[in-house]
């Protein structure tokens, strides 16, 4: 006779550690504390105090010195400081890919490939006959072998250029890709938290730039009074400074970096609020923080324009809701043919879509 044995449920049991929740918070708050353990574990600490998050069986404690254990973070023995490792900052951009592009479905926009048959990546299933000029390289001789028992017969062999079948590869295209990123003092401005969503859409953007497509070049880019390069490695540690936002200066840098690269494929993808208000004249900063300055804006739409027919296409992340800053972007965008996300503060998982090259206007989840 068979006997079912019932428990209490533990949802533990099926699902996450104790210690994989926590690392989850834990990710989440490096992001706003800008890799900053001592304040992360310090919120940890109270949001504990206020959720129960731990117990008498596993404690604040027995979660740091995991962290210690499996190299997510290490302590200098001599001043005592504690940093995340570079284990610690992948997994916070693959957390960062997850949250914003987990929900979205796949556009024919998203695909990143071009659908040019020939000599390239990635083989195609389906076969078709020889034709002439094909390489030997592209001939798929257990096709061409069947063939050739089938048209032939098998006890008098014989392959006739009939009986060869060639079996393609999809070429797909190498990007270089520079992104942009404002970290300038509008980010944080009137206490709106702008510049973590930007971090976030970065981290996304870089992992899945990385990871998927690892033959592409990606260059990052910040901008505030003036535009500087930065590793990958350096996103989670981005701060906004008491700068203004030389879009033109970001812009300026990218193209030069563009330049250089071989690829014929080149892009931009730009995160900011989408205010510029400061142009480097000489040594001179010229600013305007009221508005939208026409010498600012006018030199923004040159520089896309430019942009345009390099045939390097400009993506906005926009961070903002204001209506005359999102007409801004919309102008930029269609002066350059390329993208706009607008991206609202709370929900991220959600952009409306423009694409200015086709005219449709759709919400991607």
């Known amino acids: 006779m068979k006997a079912f044995h019932f428990s209490k449920y533990d949802p533990q049991a099926e699902g996450k550690t104790k ?7 834990f990710m989440q708050l490096l992001t706003y504390t800008n890799g900053d353990v001592s304040e992360a574990m310090s919120w940890m600490n109270q949001l504990d105090k206020e959720y129960e998050m731990t117990d008498d069986e596993y404690g604040m404690g027995d979660f740091i ?3 210690k254990e499996k190299g997510y973070i290490n302590e200098n023995q001599v001043s005592g400081e504690i940093k995340i490792t570079s284990k610690t900052e992948q997994g916070i951009r693959k957390r960062s890919l997850e949250e914003i592009f987990g929900k ?14 020939g000599q390239g990546d990635e083989q195609n299933p389906e076969t078709r006959p020889f034709q002439f000029g094909d390489s030997v ?3 798929d001789f257990t096709t061409s072998i069947l063939n050739a028992q089938i048209n032939h017969g098998i006890d008098s062999f014989s392959m006739q250029e009939d009986d060869l079948a060639i079996r393609e590869t999809d070429f797909k295209a190498q990007t270089s890709t520079v992104l942009m990123i404002d970290i300038s003092h509008s980010m944080i401005l009137y206490g709106e938290d702008r510049i973590t969503p930007a971090k976030k859409v970065a981290m996304a953007l870089s992992e899945l730039i990385t990871t998927k497509y690892p033959k592409d070049t990606l260059d990052i880019v910040v901008f505030g009074n003036d535009a500087w390069p930065v590793e990958i490695k350096d996103l989670p540690y981005l701060q906004v400074g008491p700068y203004h936002t030389n879009t033109v200066a970001g812009l300026e840098l990218a193209m030069d970096i563009l330049r250089r690269r071989k690829n014929p494929n080149k892009q931009i993808f730009m995160i900011t609020d989408g205010k510029p208000t400061c142009l480097k004249i000489g040594k001179r900063y010229y600013k305007n923080s009221f508005g939208l300055d026409r010498k600012i804006t006018t030199r923004c739409l040159s520089l896309a324009t430019q942009c345009k027919k390099l045939k390097i296409p400009i993506t906005t ?7 005359y800053l999102q ?24 952009f409306i879509f423009r694409d200015f090259e086709s005219g449709k206007r759709k919400t991607v989840y």
């Open 327 to 350: 007409r801004f972007v919309q102008e930029f965008t269609e002066t350059n043919s390329g993208k706009a996300f607008f991206a609202s503060l709370d929900r991220l998982g959600a």
């Open 19 to 25: 210690f994989e929740q926590l690392l989850d918070i």
């Open 317 to 323: 992340f926009m961070i903002a809701t204001d209506p």
């Open 104 to 117: 979205l479905k796949k556009t024919r926009n998203g695909e990143h490939n071009t659908f040019k048959p």
């Open 65 to 67: 010195d995991e962290l």
């Open 137 to 139: 390289e592209q001939i």
